[in-house]
């Protein structure tokens, strides 16, 4: 995948975070937001590293996909 395909996919991530925001106070969904790129970030890091990039980060993004609409902060 080229880096053209990811920021296509971080882009149409971030356009479904506002609703969440919306669901959750506003420094939580900040944190919730800068973990994920935090994450991203280092899963490209290690990937490219280990030659793994696209496995490391569709992990991350399954583990953030599966958990968005998590609105109860002590499970967040």
């Known amino acids: 995948m080229e880096?053209?395909?990811y920021l296509t996919v971080i882009t149409t991530t971030l356009k479904?975070?506002?609703?969440?925001?919306?669901?959750?106070?506003p420094e939580l969904a900040d944190n919730v937001l800068r973990?994920?790129?935090e994450c991203l970030q280092?899963?490209?890091?290690?990937?490219?590293?280990k030659h793994n990039t696209e496995l490391l980060?569709?992990?991350?993004?399954?583990?953030f996909k599966k958990n968005m609409h998590?609105?109860?902060?002590?499970?967040?």
């Open 3 to 5: 880096v053209r395909g």
């Open 16 to 25: 479904e975070i506002p609703s969440l925001q919306k669901a959750l106070p």
């Open 35 to 37: 973990l994920y790129r």
């Open 42 to 49: 280092r899963a490209k890091y290690i990937g490219h590293q």
């Open 57 to 63: 980060v569709a992990m991350v993004r399954q583990q």
């Open 70 to 76: 998590e609105t109860d902060p002590e499970k967040i």
